[in-house]
């Protein structure tokens, strides 16, 4: 890194923070509403960080719930399949850490059933949608070979069409400076939350291939920092997974490109995960 980074002290933050007394109207109107009609904002947000972001959006321009990551699925027929299915979404859907024990025996006894594709989908979209590892180990009720089958099947998809990519939209638009465009926002939380479930997923079902992944999306990062031909906060995207993947896989020779990185025209969130990286 080419500059230092002011580190302050997190109780000096939060006494700061902690002193926000005063919210205007218009703001506290604006968190209801965003609360009641987008799905994303109701579990983080808050008056002071709607407010923040206010702020933060207007200087831009100057310048330059556990039920809702559930699976709801109509299944219209009655055969013994969709049976099945129905009760392996019902336990899928109760499954918590305290019931585990008793719900992972439960549906072992489906899967040993059943072990097909189509479960083994099922269970992997839990995966996508949950964070923690609650949903992976049920990954191990399948017979081995068909698990190494089905591993080694989403692995080849994961990189063949570069799913750690965001997709287009987020690409072609600031989602930091819409007005109102709150629904590509959410989705853009949606696909970070799904590709971080994911990610965390592969670093358990494909530990060996990470590090070769790690290389794979610093290669790309690179190459659009150079072009400097995206918004700046893409780079952030693939930076967090870096420094996720890092977290669980370290690797010096990845940890020392990132370090030797110009950081002067990066935006201050950059910078901030490159001081995480580089310490770890």
């Known amino acids: 890194m080419t500059e230092q980074i002011v580190k302050i002290n997190f109780l000096d933050f939060q006494d700061k923070y902690n002193k926000i007394s005063c919210i205007p109207q218009d703001i506290l109107l604006k968190v209801s509403?965003?609360?009641?009609?987008?799905?994303?904002?109701?579990?983080?947000?808050?008056?002071?960080?709607?407010?923040?972001?206010?702020?933060?959006?207007?200087?831009?321009?100057?310048?330059?719930?556990?039920?809702?990551?559930?699976?709801?699925?109509?299944?219209p027929n009655f055969t013994n399949n969709s049976i099945v299915k129905r009760n392996l979404i019902g336990h899928l859907n109760k499954l918590t850490l305290k019931n585990k024990d008793i719900i992972y025996e439960k549906i072992k006894n489906i899967v040993i059933e059943n072990n097909n594709e189509e479960f083994f989908t099922l269970i992997w979209g839990y995966i996508k949608i949950n964070d923690g590892d609650i949903y992976i180990d049920i990954l191990s009720f399948f017979e081995k070979d068909f698990y190494d089958e089905m591993i080694e099947k989403l692995w080849k998809d994961y990189n063949d069409n570069e799913h750690w990519k965001p997709p287009k939209y987020i690409y072609d638009n600031n989602l930091l400076l819409l007005n109102d465009e709150y629904e590509l926002y959410c989705n853009y939380i949606k696909w970070k939350k799904s590709t971080h479930n994911i990610n965390k997923a592969?670093?358990?079902?494909?530990?060996?291939?990470?590090?070769?992944?790690?290389?794979?999306?610093?290669?790309?990062?690179?190459?659009?920092?150079?072009?400097?031909?995206?918004?700046?906060?893409?780079?952030?995207?693939f930076m967090e997974q870096i420094y996720k993947f890092l977290k669980i896989e370290k690797s010096i020779d990845v940890i020392n490109k990132i370090k030797s990185l110009d950081t002067t025209n990066y935006n201050s969130t950059t910078k901030f995960i490159i001081y995480y990286i580089v310490d770890l």
């Open 202 to 237: 592969w670093t358990i079902v494909k530990k060996n291939e990470i590090p070769e992944l790690i290389n794979r999306i610093y290669d790309y990062m690179y190459k659009i920092i150079n072009e400097r031909t995206v918004h700046k906060y893409i780079i952030d995207i």
């Open 33 to 75: 509403q965003l609360k009641e009609k987008y799905t994303c904002f109701s579990s983080f947000y808050d008056p002071k960080m709607i407010l923040a972001k206010k702020v933060y959006t207007k200087k831009e321009k100057d310048g330059d719930n556990n039920n809702k990551k559930r699976f709801h699925i109509i299944i």
